[in-house]
């Protein structure tokens, strides 16, 4: 195990771009000098460069590389080099050998972001795959009521994503800049080359794939990307180490890659920023914790055993023991809510999504105080043929004091809705119930539905 893993600072800020680049030179600056002890090196291999026309990822062999610029053929051999290097250093870094030869793509922002609309959205249907979402955060006032979620999310993917890998096709795409490999590229496909050690060794498809709960979804994502996260930010950390880059070096790329467009994110409700950044910073929270377990097998362990709910992510204890939450369980209600209503969307919140709709009016402290303690939930939300809608959420909670410290942070959320309103907490035992609805007459429509 490296030296390196025995540290007490919690990773960071780490997402795409400038904010790679700004994280990873604050952790290396505070990092100890000192070289890492020696780990698992697999032989170099030569990756193969693909023309930026990826229609057709090829199988392993790969054929001679076609670099997406014209090199000659000194500079071609570079290339080659440093993805070979990469790759070493990323399988020595995550302790397992490569597999398998992966392709490696360079194409244009454009086309990563259209590989990564074709990837989440398989049967190209082109419908909308977040009306639901939309119009459930606007409702809540989460986002502005003339936002266009599926219109920002492409801004935002457009703007950030530097590197993809596509389970499906066992193929990386990158951002291509030049056609030599500066730092941030570098960096990137070792975040990407992990996503890959991730899919041979334990089958990311399985993992991501036809999950049901968000919550469950969100706290495997985060394991997923902290895990590339910790390794990457290994490999950087091991370049400065090795001196190959010096701390002049890192603070010239972290100006370049400044100049990436912040816009769309810095603009994005807190909602959104905060859900992109959670896997990242969560993630490798989570991911150095079992780290720093002390057991030599403790990466094949955490992937055996995923946490379950971002409750399990977010605590140790829950973690370790396993502990599962309560199962709750709304039916459909459009026919007790009468004639022109019917159920939107529907699923579990989980403690860290609440922690972030409280941390609208709330410091962070005050937002993780009031969705600590979660014991399972159950979120609805109905529509009229008016257009009027209605959330409701029933929640369990471990103690009296959790339950009644999220009323609290119900309260303060509600205090922060500018249209009008009416809310219902029912406290049941360690039991939550809350309805959201901008008319008195929608307010009593719940609660008969639920029977108060």
Known sequence: MHDNHKRNMTLIGLLFGAWVLLGI?????????????????????????????????????LPTSTPRVALDAKSEKKLEMQLAEIRAEVAKLWGQPFKQDVAVYFVTAAQIFAKAQESSNPDNSGGSMSAGTEALLKFMELIPATYNLDQAMAKLLTEQIEGLYVPTEKALYVVAKSGDLNLLDRTVIAHEYTHTLQDQYFDLGAILQNKTNDDTFMAQDAVVEGDATEVMTEYVQDEYLQKKVSLGDLASVVTSASGLSQQEL????????????????????????????????????M????????????????????????????????????????LVTENVMGEATWQMIFAYDMSATAATKSAD?????WYQYYENAKGEGIFVTRTDWETLLDATEFVVGLNVYSNHLKSSHDITTNTNNKRVDFILAKTPANMTLMQKALGE
């Open 266 to 301: 810095n603009s994005s409700p807190a909602i959104i920023q905060k859900s992109l950044l959670f896997p990242y910073e969560a993630g490798a929270t989570f991911v150095t914790s079992r780290l720093s377990s002390g057991n030599d097998s403790w990466r094949t362990d």
């Open 25 to 61: 030179f604050y952790y290396v600056q505070h990092q100890p000098k000192t070289q890492p002890s020696s780990a698992l090196v697999i032989p170099a291999r030569q990756d193969s460069l693909v023309n930026a026309s990826p229609q057709q990822p090829t199988s392993s062999p």
């Open 373 to 377: 303690g979660w014991d399972g939930d």
């Open 303 to 342: 992937f055996t055993r995923l946490p379950t709910t971002t409750t399990q992510l977010l605590h140790q204890t829950p973690y370790t023991s396993n502990a599962k939450p309560m199962a709750v369980k709304l039916g459909d209600l459009s026919s007790k809510l009468g004639v022109g209503w019917h």
